[in-house]
Structures are given as structure tokens and as C-alpha cells.
């Protein structure tokens, strides 16, 4: 499924700073992302709990592909990837610039990393858009936490078309505003 995005808005850039490099995902990819993805823990609390299989991920690789927005992130000085995260929209109103189909191997689960990743993207993001969106299975408690912990408010369930058809997401919205507030906390 592609996505439209906002004009002038890159959904491919390659960002750098605090020791993260993102860049975007390509083909070549498929067997280093595999390698992060593979630990079933990852997918655990996933609506999709059997995407640490080879062949359900690479099922899940190519529809990350088809979004066109798909960043592949690594630790700076190491080129083995340690998970991915994407800009798209929303299907049901196009012009919410959203961020999602985010993960990251448990090896960097609970620390920083997460909030860095996020930091990157959401900067990018809010050059075009005053809030960014997130979307996340019913079922998904780590993903709410981890939200919830940018500073994003859930704000309605949604059935939604992401790639899967359509089921209901919740719908989290982090403004601008209470980004710069939360962040300068940490």
C-alpha cells in the first residue's frame, strides 16, 4: 500500500544525531532486518505474532517497501540494524502525517534508543505537519507504553486500511508542542 504525503514532505531522508543513523530501506536489506526481527519476543505482544518467521517476514519486508516512507535504523560506526520505524498517513484522512510500523531488537528495549529513534523522525516530521500520528493494534501494550511515553494522547479508535485491511487502531496524537515539552524532560 502506498501512502500520499504532504507536499515538500520527504518520507525517504537519511537523518543522523544522537548516535543513531536512519537511511532508507531498500532491497538489499531484506536479510540484515531479517536478522533483527527474528527473536519471537520482538513480536510477542504484536498482532502479528509470527512475523520472526523467515517466510512471514519477508511477506512483511516487501509491504514496507510498498509504504515509501520506511527507514532502516542503525547504531552510528555499525552497519547491522537494530530495527525500523516508517512515516505514511493515514488512510482515512491523508493530510495526518503518521509515524508507525516501528520496531526495535530487545537488546534496546527499555533504555534510550527508542525515544532517540523517534526524536530523528518526529523532528523531520514536524518540519511539515504541527502533530504526527500513531496507530496501534488494540492488543499492543508495549507500543501504547512506549507512546504514551513520547507524550502522544490516545485520542479515538479507527477502523483503518494500514496494509491489513480494515481494523480497528488506536489513535494516538503527539502535537508539536507537547513534544518540545516532554522531550526537554529527558
Not at 523517534?118 to 501494550?141: C, D, G, Q, T
Request: with cysteine; proline share 5%; glycine share 8%.
Amino acid at each position: 500500500m502506498k501512502f500520499a504525503f504532504p507536499p515538500g514532505f520527504n518520507p525517504k531522508p537519511t537523518i543522523k544525531g544522537d548516535g543513531l543513523t536512519l537511511r532508507p530501506l531498500n532491497e538489499e536489506d531484506v536479510e540484515g532486518l531479517y536478522e533483527a526481527a527474528s527473536d519471537p519476543k520482538i513480536w510477542a505482544g504484536h498482532p502479528a505474532t509470527d512475523r520472526y518467521k523467515k517466510s512471514v517476514f519477508r511477506t512483511y519486508f516487501k509491504s514496507l517497501l510498498n509504504i515509501g516512507g520506511c527507514l532502516i535504523a542503525f547504531i552510528d560506526g555499525d552497519d547491522i540494524p537494530i530495527g525500523c520505524s516508517s512515516f505514511y498517513t493515514d488512510t482515512n484522512a491523508n493530510h495526518r502525517l503518521s509515524i508507525g510500523f516501528t520496531f526495535l531488537t530487545v537488546n534496546h528495549w527499555g533504555g534510550a534508543t527508542n525515544r532517540k529513534f523517534k526524536r530523528l523522525m518526529l523532528n523531520h516530521a514536524y518540519r511539515h505537519s504541527s502533530e504526527v500520528w500513531f496507530h496501534i493494534a488494540p492488543s499492543n501494550i508495549r507500543s501504547q507504553k512506549a507512546t504514551k511515553k513520547l507524550g502522544a494522547v490516545l485520542t479515538h479508535t479507527d477502523k483503518l486500511d494500514l496494509g491489513g485491511g480494515m481494523i480497528d487502531w488506536q489513535c494516538y496524537c503527539l502535537t508539536q508542542e507537547t513534544w518540545k515539552q516532554n522531550d526537554a524532560i529527558y
